[in-house]
């Protein structure tokens, strides 16, 4: 069996891995590319720090009241079509932030409302994408895959920032037919999004036994593996759609899900306002952008394996949240440029590290719908913090004309996340069992 094994992991990973890195790629871009965009679009705009850090975080607020609904219906429409229609539209929302100034003359408004509404509708479009994909994967892969493979799949975020970071600082010096190159940004990194959510409608399978791709024996192996998983976890305990929602341990994972974003998003954000106050040009700053992230793939990668090798979770994700509010923390004390990079560099490793780490937590109690609707609401919830992050750092920016608040701030809901990670009641022996199922069949 072991061969079979072998055979149906290797096939589902080359053929979904690859193409759900590529999907989340441009997800990510699409969702932080308005970092770069606004080392000119402010000015042109005449927005505050403030105000930048108000409409960043309003896609977290339609983010979260959309989420779990479009999770329920992307099991009952079926990720593939529910995963290129999020794309696609999210795709032509995000274009329409290059013009701003067009829609707010046309609909008598100023600047900040549309870019708010832009902001609130890209955020309803893109509810369910991430929190749809991690339940996607559980339909593939047993337990004792999960960690590696949701860490292969968030590459995509570290890859995102490393390639797409100095592209978008070049975009900015491009002009052409009337636009400006935070204009342009906008509308060359949204089309990718549109194109690759055609294309999902035509690669994506739903469930094993739907796959062509898939010799029978290797199906049987994978459907057999998930439905001894899914009854052990229901011998122990079978959450109801409302108990998922309201069970404590849902919430503790929000809450540490919530920590870990407000940290990752209040740097996000203004990292290029960081990097760019260095007193370098916009491509040397779409650059150096990008070197956080190269450590933060490698140890998200290293990290993660480890987790996996010795099926311990909790106290990963603490160490990695340490990591990340060390890092933070000093980076807003020290004002040396290299040891300030040095410092984000090391504080993305911790951030990057704690999401494949802490996703098999959850699942390693949530079956079914209560799975779906369960990894949403901890996304959802958790994601609220993308608004209350990029917000609070641009007020206190404004208000104290620097960014060491701010960031000493993020570096405290890090500390938070890693000491409520420790608490959770977790049972450790059921994801071991449940690795050792994956491995025995």
């Given at each position: 069996m072991e061969d079979v094994e072998r055979r149906a992991i290797g096939k589902v990973m080359r053929r979904l891995i690859p193409f759900l890195i590529l999907c989340y790629f441009?997800?990510?871009?699409d969702r932080v590319n308005v970092s770069f965009a606004k080392l000119h679009m402010n000015q042109a705009l005449g927005f505050s720090e403030a105000a930048f850090g108000l409409g960043a975080g309003l896609f977290f607020i339609a983010y979260f009241l959309?989420?779990?609904?479009?999770?329920?219906?992307?099991?009952?429409?079926?990720?593939?079509?529910?995963?290129?229609?999020?794309?696609?539209?999210?795709?032509?929302?995000?274009?329409?932030?290059?013009?701003?100034?067009s829609i707010a003359g046309a609909t008598g408004t100023s600047n900040e409302v549309v870019f708010y509404t832009l902001r609130l509708l890209l955020g309803a479009c893109e509810a369910g994408f991430f929190p749809g994909i991690i339940f996607y994967l559980t339909l593939w892969f047993p337990a004792v895959y999960r960690a590696r493979v949701v860490s292969f799949f968030m590459l995509a975020?570290?890859?995102?920032?490393?390639?797409?970071?100095?592209?978008?600082?070049?975009?900015?010096?491009?002009?052409?037919?009337?636009?400006?190159?935070?204009?342009?940004?906008?509308?060359?990194?949204?089309?990718?999004s549109?194109?690759?959510?055609?294309?999902?409608?035509?690669?994506?399978?739903?469930?094993?036994?739907?796959?062509?791709?898939?010799?029978?024996?290797?199906?049987?192996?994978?459907?057999?593996?998930?439905?001894?998983?899914?009854r052990n976890k229901e011998k122990v305990e079978h959450l109801s759609l409302f108990q998922a929602l309201t069970d404590a341990r849902i919430l503790f994972c929000a809450l540490v899900y919530f920590c870990l974003n407000a940290a990752s998003y209040g740097v996000a954000f203004f990292l290029p306002t960081i990097i760019k106050n260095f007193g370098v040009s916009?491509?040397?700053?779409?650059?150096?952008?990008?070197?956080?992230?190269?450590?933060?793939?490698?140890?998200?990668?290293?990290?993660?394996?480890?987790?996996?090798?010795?099926?311990?979770?909790?106290?990963?994700?603490?160490?990695?949240?340490?990591?990340?509010?060390?890092?933070?923390?000093?980076?807003g004390l020290i004002s040396?440029?290299?040891?300030?990079?040095?410092?984000?560099?090391?504080?993305?490793?911790?951030?990057?590290?704690?999401?494949?780490?802490?996703?098999?937590?959850?699942?390693?109690f949530l079956t079914g719908a209560s799975a779906a609707a369960g990894i949403a609401a901890i996304n959802s919830l958790g994601n609220l913090s993308g608004f209350a992050g990029p917000f609070a750092m641009g007020y206190l920016k404004d208000l104290t004309g620097d960014f060491t608040v701010g960031l000493l701030l993020l570096a405290g809901c890090a500390v938070l996340g890693a000491a409520v990670v420790?608490?959770?009641?977790?049972?450790?022996?059921?994801?071991?069992?449940s690795g050792e199922v994956a491995l025995a069949h």
């Open positions: 441009v997800a990510y871009l959309f989420e779990v609904p479009s999770n329920i219906f992307l099991e009952r429409v079926g990720a593939r079509v529910w995963i290129a229609r999020i794309m696609i539209s999210w795709g032509i929302v995000s274009a329409a932030f290059a013009f701003i100034p975020i570290p890859i995102s920032s490393i390639v797409g970071s100095p592209i978008s600082g070049m975009l900015l010096n491009f002009t052409g037919w009337g636009l400006a190159g935070w204009q342009w940004l906008f509308i060359l990194e949204a089309l990718p549109v194109l690759v959510g055609l294309c999902v409608l035509f690669y994506l399978t739903d469930f094993p036994r739907q796959a062509r791709w898939l010799q029978d024996d290797e199906i049987a192996w994978l459907e057999n593996v998930q439905a001894t998983e899914k916009d491509t040397q700053t779409g650059l150096l952008a990008a070197l956080p992230f190269i450590f933060g793939g490698i140890g998200m990668v290293l990290l993660g394996r480890h987790s996996d090798r010795t099926m311990e979770r909790k106290g990963h994700v603490a160490l990695a949240l340490l990591m990340a509010a060390i890092g933070i923390g000093l980076s040396n440029p290299i040891i300030v990079m040095a410092l984000l560099c090391f504080a993305q490793i911790g951030v990057s590290s704690v999401p494949p780490m802490f996703w098999p937590l959850p699942a390693s420790l608490t959770l009641r977790i049972d450790a022996k059921r994801e071991q069992s």
